[in-house]
Structures are given as C-alpha cells and as structure tokens.
C-alpha cells in the first residue's frame, strides 16, 4: 500500500473509533464521564502506540515503511486530549472558570493532566516539516523527547483518578516503563 | 411478598391519603422535609400508579427524581465490577429471595432472623425523595421506598452497649463475580444517634419498584446526608455494637475516607473538590449543600461542625 493510503486508512479507523465512542456515551448512563474518560484512555493507547515505532523497526527493519503512521498516531492522541479536556470544559463544568479553578487548585492529578496536555500541545503544533527545520533537526528531536514527560504525567494522571490502584493503569505503566528502558539501553 | 388482598388499599383511597398527604404537607410548609409517609404497607406501592405517587412526592420536596433507568444503569458496586455500568451488566446472580437479615450484636437484647417479607409485615413502608451525592462529586435524586431504621433497631431491643451500628453485606463468590475486591464483606457502620435518626432508612425499592442486584437488593441503606459510599447494599447483617466498626473504604483508603463522611461543600477530597456536583442525567454543574441539604435535620448530631472528622 502506498504510503499515502495507509495513512488515510488510519485516519478513518480513528475517526470510527471517535464517532463509536460517542455513541457509546449517548447510549450510557452519563455520557460526560463516559466520553471523558474513553477519550483520555485513548489518548494513553495512542501515545504509547507512537512510541513503539522506533523499537519495532529496530527489531524488524522492513516495516520501516509504517513509519509515516507516527505522526498520525501522535496527531489523533492530541485530538483525543483535545476531546477529553474540552468534555471537562464544556460538558463537566459547562464553562464555570470559577468551578474549574476550585477543582484544579490543589489537585495534583489534574495538574499532571494540565502540564501533559501543555507539552502535547507543543508537540502538535512542531509535527511538520517546517518545524523540523525551523532550528535544525537535532533541536526538534530533542523536543520531541518531551513526549516522554508528557506521558509520564498523563499517566500518573490517569492512575491517580482511579480509588483503587487498578490493572489498566498500572498496564499502561509498565508498557511505558518497558518502552523507557528499552529507549535508555537500546537508543542510539 | 405475602399480603392478603383484603389488606391491599384500593387504588382511589391510597391517591386521595397521597393527595392529602401532599396537602398537609405544603400547607404546613415545612422546609425541606420529604416524608410522604404511605400510612398502609407496600401493597399499596406496587398496585399504586408509580409515577402519580412519584409527582405528588416530587410536589412536596421540588426535586425531580432521576429517571429510573439511569439509577439502574450508573452503580458503583464493587462486588460486581469496577466501572459504572459493570454492575447492571453483570449476569444476575444475586439470589435476593429468600432473603433473610440477622439482627444482633452485644448491644441487641432482642437479637432475631427476619427475611425481607417480615421487616414488610411489620413496619410501614415510607416513601422518600432524597438527594444522592456520591464520594466522587456526582448527584442523582432517588425516590426510595423503605422502613425507618429505627424501627427495625427499635425492634431488637437496645441496651447500653449499643453505641454503634454495623452493617454487612453478603460476601459470597459464588453470587458476586468481584466478591473479594476488599478481602472481606463490605462494612457500614453509624453511631447509634445517626441509625435512629427518621432520615435513616432501609431501602428495598425505588420508584415503588423492587431493587435491582446493582441497586443493592434486596434491602440496603439509605442515609441521604452521607456520601454514597455510606449506603450498605445487600445487607445480610445488623449489629448493635460498642466499638466503632471499622468501614470498608476507611479500611481501604485511610487517607481519602473515614467512618462519618457527612456532605460538605467546604471540606475537599484529597483528590478532588466537594463544592460542586454532577448531576448524573444533566450537563454542568450544582452547588454541593452542607449536609447534602439536610442540615436542618441533622447537624445537632455533630457537636463541632468544624471537626474535620465528622466530614471524612
């Protein structure tokens, strides 16, 4: 497949998952956690999923071709980062600052949630060409190491929002864990 | 439920005591008071209009109870998953009849068995709007059908050692895919002063409709000023006891909860703030009220409200 075709099958196999977990939410009983809290999840999987691509080329040269997928997968996490705080925003607090700021102050969790987003964003606006070569490649690399805080904090958000230590987050963390230490013995 | 038809009220009778009910009620206008008590036993629910007697109860209180399939579908019952919806879409394992309630303790001088159809026989069965605020910072309002705990404890006899009492729901594998999350069965508990309290209730149906296995069934309690997590669904056990019971999230998580967890806008949750509300079915958010809006009711229970404590 071309390079191109693949990407736009991603792009759809998104955009369904998107529009399937709305509809899921509408379906359940209260669409605002629900929409909110898959669209965090799926921030996580994408995220993580942009980050196995460096490793399994290493081990399996020949799906370098996959490559160009990485930056749609980073794109669609920062779209579902996007969903899931605008959720907060819109459909949690139907835009009352003053709620917001009583709720952040003070919440460890939601500031790791605040701070990972920041970083996310920046990383979204420098994925293209121009960015790239704005100050040189070395320079963009190295900012987008800060995928690895970003994800670090996303995911310390996402396990401290739970009452109990549960499987999934603690599944994405060693995920993560893995991919950092592989990174840190392996990486050029 | 075994209730000779002779004993059931016409429909006609028991919506015109409900009309004068609500009459009496807000011609008296009493805030913030929401006994719609049903003076006849719970046949007349279950053969009334359900909704005719919701609207008259709602009339009363101003609260629009929360549509009863989102009360059955958005649980947290642990037993039975993790998630909100785990728990309705669990099979339906729960065996809830027979079911029987051991009352006891060291401070019970009348310790006794009942199953559900007893506690029915012998105690009226109240109508209630309450509002319901969960631990996590989201509301629903719930039109109970139940006993007065007081009743029920009454019945049992207390003596001076009952100080506290506990509350135990069942704990067994073969019915709760989840039954060990806690090691144990899940423990409530109140002071003796709170159980008595006419608030207290024990709930075996909602919107004269029996509770659902994610709902507690078949009987639990109902204490409205309380965070959610206070509730004992399922309950097999109540004992009258000395020692404060150690509850099930105190146990858990120290840090985060306690044994009285009254509602309190000013007093946050580690994690998060208690000021506000989700309200489950709406968009956006409500003002939380000092004792979830029964402060009149109950705050003489609380010596110091500015006890950290008491809102833990």
Not at chain 1, 53 to 73: D, E, G, K, M, S
Not at chain 2, 19 to 26: H, N, P, S, T, Y
Not at chain 2, 168 to 195: C, F, K, R, V
């Amino acid at each position: 497949m071309p390079q191109a075709a693949l990407r736009l099958a991603l792009h759809l196999a998104l955009l369904v998952v998107l529009v399937w977990m709305v509809q899921e939410a509408v379906a359940g009983a209260d669409l605002v956690t629900e929409l909110r809290d898959a669209s965090g999840r799926w921030s996580l999987y994408l995220l993580l999923l942009s980050l196995c691509f460096t490793p399994v080329t290493r081990l399996r040269p020949a799906w370098r071709v996959y490559i160009p997928l990485r930056r749609v997968t980073g794109l669609w996490a920062f779209a579902f980062a996007c969903v899931h705080v605008l959720v907060w925003i819109s459909l949690e607090f139907a835009f009352d600052w003053r709620g917001m700021w009583q709720e952040i102050v003070g919440n460890l969790f939601i500031w790791l949630g605040i701070i990972s987003f920041a970083l996310l964003k920046v990383l979204a606006a420098s994925s293209n060409r121009k960015a790239q070569r704005w100050r040189g490649y070395q320079y963009w690399r190295f900012i987008h190491t800060l995928i690895y805080p970003a994800l670090g904090m996303a995911l310390g958000h996402y396990f401290m929002a739970q009452k109990l230590p549960e499987w999934q987050p603690m599944l994405l963390i060693s995920v993560f864990i893995v991919l950092l230490v592989w990174r840190w013995r392996y990486a050029d | 439920m075994r209730i000779k038809s002779s004993e059931i009220t016409p429909e006609q009778v028991f919506r015109q005591r409900r009309r004068m009910i609500a009459l009496g009620i807000g011609s008296l206008a009493i805030p913030a008071v929401h006994y719609a008590f049903a003076a006849d036993n719970s046949a007349a629910d279950v053969s009334a209009m359900p909704q005719a007697s919701i609207d008259q109860d709602n009339q009363a209180t101003g609260l629009t109870p929360t549509k009863l399939d989102i009360i059955n579908s958005y649980n947290n019952y642990y037993e039975f998953g993790f998630s909100k919806t785990a728990p309705s879409e669990a099979p339906k394992t729960l065996i809830t009849s027979p079911w029987s309630v051991q009352i006891g303790g060291e401070g019970a001088d009348n310790p006794g068995t009942y199953d559900i159809a007893d506690i029915h026989g012998e105690h009226d069965i109240e109508n209630h709007i309450y509002r319901f605020r969960c631990v996590e910072a989201w509301s629903m309002v719930i039109p109970w059908n139940g006993v007065a705990l007081a009743k029920v404890i009454q019945a049992a006899k207390p003596n001076s050692s009952a100080k506290y009492v506990r509350f135990e729901t069942l704990h067994d594998e073969q019915q709760m895919p989840n039954a060990n999350w806690a090691g144990g069965p899940y423990i409530e508990g109140l002071t003796m002063a709170e159980a008595m309290h006419p608030l207290s209730l024990l709930a075996t149906g909602i919107y004269d409709q029996p509770l659902e296995q994610q709902t507690g069934a078949p009987i639990r309690l109902v204490v409205p000023w309380k965070y959610g997590f206070k509730y004992a669904k399922s309950i097999v056990r109540i004992d009258l006891v000395e020692e404060m019971p150690r509850n099930t999230w105190w146990r858990q998580n120290p840090r985060e909860y306690g044994f009285y967890a009254n509602v309190n806008p000013a007093f946050d949750h580690p994690r998060w703030s208690q000021a506000t509300e989700r309200v489950i079915g709406k968009f956006g958010r409500q003002d939380t009220l000092l004792f979830n809006g029964y402060a009149d009711e109950v705050a003489h229970l609380y010596p110091d409200l500015h006890d950290r404590r008491y809102f833990f």
